[in-house]
């Protein structure tokens, strides 16, 4: 049994909560709000009694053994951090943090306070994307990855409307690439590693976010395209080309069809059913972890998380987002 705490009371944590309200070794011990009268909400509605406002006495609290953050990203390494100088181990909402420096320091801070630390990046922990790695050599070369989140998001309305909310704030450390562009970009990095280049564009609004981008990464004998979008819908599949068959993914962000279409016209469904929600099987890898007093996932790695935000860091600079935290950090 492993007790858990959350900070961020928001939808994400609801579809959480719901994923694994059957995972036997999961049990919601406290929750965190900047409000009491939200804190003793949320608690209410999941049977909780601790509460807190206060995140120095959350994280010193001997009733909670890991905490699960969904808090906006610029508050991920602070928080993160701060959990495991306590002792606790830390399943940290994608993105894991605002940039690669704060990357760095969350893994330091896991190092030498022997914890786990842990993206909750969903994707990759799922079934199918096992499959998908499985399955590369059936390909050929793989000459090229291409995949695609783009999604209008109600947000783009109400700032349309005139009122930032938060997906479009980059004092949040938000925005296009960082909440949906992060989606393409991991799976890429987890299954060919570090690309050799990475050249991006993108639109940034007046806040300084920008709400949609695209970007060519290359390797040694391959080349990755991605594009995302908070402000435009795509129904395209992703895919990954390689001389004798191409490999087509329906939803990056959650593969569920698996497919490899072969040139001579062949198809061969790779599909396998998924009986959880897709958010299960990030809290099963990270509870396993603590289980067998491991630091690290070998799925969602700490080098691939570290790898995936230097592409972001870098993709930013490019088109010309920065954060408040990409000045804080020493």
Not at 63 to 72: F, L, M, N, R, W
Not at 215 to 226: G, R
Not at 311 to 330: H, L, S, Y
């Amino acid at each position: 049994m492993i007790r858990f705490g959350i900070v961020g009371t928001n939808w994400i944590t609801e579809r959480l909560l719901g994923a694994v309200a059957n995972h036997e070794d999961f049990v919601l011990k406290a929750v965190y709000s900047r409000t009491e009268d939200r804190a003793r909400e949320f608690a209410a509605k999941y049977g909780v009694e601790l509460t807190f406002t206060d995140l120095n006495e959350m994280a010193a609290s001997d009733e909670i053994d890991a905490v699960y953050i969904a808090s906006p990203n610029s508050y991920h390494a602070e928080q993160a951090i701060l959990f495991m100088e306590h002792g606790k181990h830390v399943l940290c909402e994608k993105p894991l943090a605002a940039n690669a420096k704060e990357v760095k320091a969350m893994i330091e801070a896991a190092k030498s306070n022997n914890v786990v630390l842990m993206e909750a990046m969903k994707s990759t922990v799922m079934p199918n994307f096992q499959v998908i790695q499985d399955n590369l050599d059936k390909l050929g070369k793989i000459r090229t990855y291409f995949s695609n989140y783009c999604q209008y998001s109600s947000r783009y309305d109400a700032y349309k409307k005139g009122t930032v909310l938060n997906a479009f704030n980059p004092e949040y450390a938000t925005g296009a690439l960082m909440d949906l562009g992060v989606y393409t970009i991991f799976p890429l990095v987890a299954l060919f590693g570090k690309p050799n280049t990475v050249k991006a564009s993108g639109h940034v609004l007046e806040t300084g976010a920008d709400a949609q981008g695209s970007i060519l990464l290359t390797y040694d004998e391959m080349q990755a395209s991605v594009m995302y979008s908070k402000i435009t819908d795509s129904n395209l599949p992703s895919e990954i080309h390689g001389e004798d068959a191409t490999m087509v993914i329906d939803h990056i962000s959650s593969p569920e069809k698996i497919e490899i279409r072969y040139r001579d016209g062949t198809i061969e469904d790779l599909s396998i059913q998924q009986e959880m929600d897709p958010m299960y099987y990030e809290v099963a890898e990270f509870i396993q972890l603590i289980q067998s007093r491991e630091n690290e996932s070998k799925l969602n790695s700490w080098e691939t998380s570290l790898h995936v935000m230097e592409i972001m860091d870098e993709a930013r600079k490019q088109i010309g987002v920065t954060f408040p935290n990409d000045k804080q950090v020493n």
